[in-house]
């Protein structure tokens, strides 16, 4: 059974960082892209960020680049999205996602739980 | 950024409505677009991908159609565990865009 559990949110303040984790079980984690896709009521589902399998390539959303790093340790099986400068329009609820392929031509075929990140002072 | 606009925003059933939402697309997109269903506090899960291809574990009571800019999601008998949101997506481009939701309430 697939299973993505992130961890690492939480209440950070304007221009402060935040890593978030995904700890992914349940398939062949080297073998498929993973992207970060975050939530917010007023902005709805936002893709944030993908990266291949063999974390090689990566893709970011214009909002994020620069400010936004995706990884991936594949000894681990776990996902990272490190979160620099940020700002209270980040706050989000961020979801791991699992692509049913590499990058390319690929849809979201698993989701974890999501994590809550707050910007605030 | 290819933008995707979905309608209605939200729509009103009863069980056993036949419904149908529309998602439009600002580009030919072929037929790689997703369709999630999500429901209150959880993540959103597939439905249909590839416009037309059934989700693993999905009722065939939903089914998808469409290509280049024009698609539907279509459930022929509503389920009272259907009321959702549901969203498209498109996947021709990295930089993946959802569209803003349907809301499917109780009428």
């Known amino acids: 059974e697939v299973q993505l559990l992130e961890s690492g949110g939480g209440l950070v303040q304007p221009g402060g960082s935040l890593r978030l984790s995904c700890a992914a079980s349940?398939?062949?984690?080297?073998?498929?892209?993973m992207s970060w896709v975050r939530q917010t009521p007023g902005r709805g589902l936002e893709w944030v960020s993908t990266l291949s399998g063999s974390g090689n390539t990566t893709y970011y959303a214009d909002s994020v680049k620069g400010r936004f790093t995706i990884s991936r340790d594949n000894s681990k099986n776990t996902l990272y999205l490190q979160l620099s400068s940020l700002r209270a329009e980040d706050t989000a609820i961020y979801y791991c996602a699992k692509l049913n392929l590499g990058t390319r031509l690929a849809y979201f075929d698993f989701w974890g739980q999501g994590s809550l990140v707050t910007v605030s002072s | 950024d290819i933008q995707m606009t979905q309608s209605p925003s939200t729509l009103s059933a009863s069980v056993g409505d036949r419904v149908t939402i529309t998602c439009r697309v600002s580009q030919s997109i072929s037929s790689w677009l997703a369709w999630y269903q999500q429901k209150p506090g959880k993540a959103p899960k597939p439905v249909i991908y590839e416009a037309s291809t059934l989700a693993t574990g999905v009722p065939s009571r939903f089914s998808g159609s469409g290509s280049g800019t024009e698609f539907t999601l279509t459930i022929s008998s509503l389920q009272p565990d259907d009321f959702a949101t549901y969203y498209c997506?498109?996947?021709?481009?990295?930089?993946?865009?959802f569209g803003h939701g349907t809301k499917v309430e109780i009428k």
């Open positions: 349940g398939f062949t984690f080297s073998s498929y892209g």
């Open positions: 997506q498109q996947y021709y481009s990295n930089s993946r865009t």
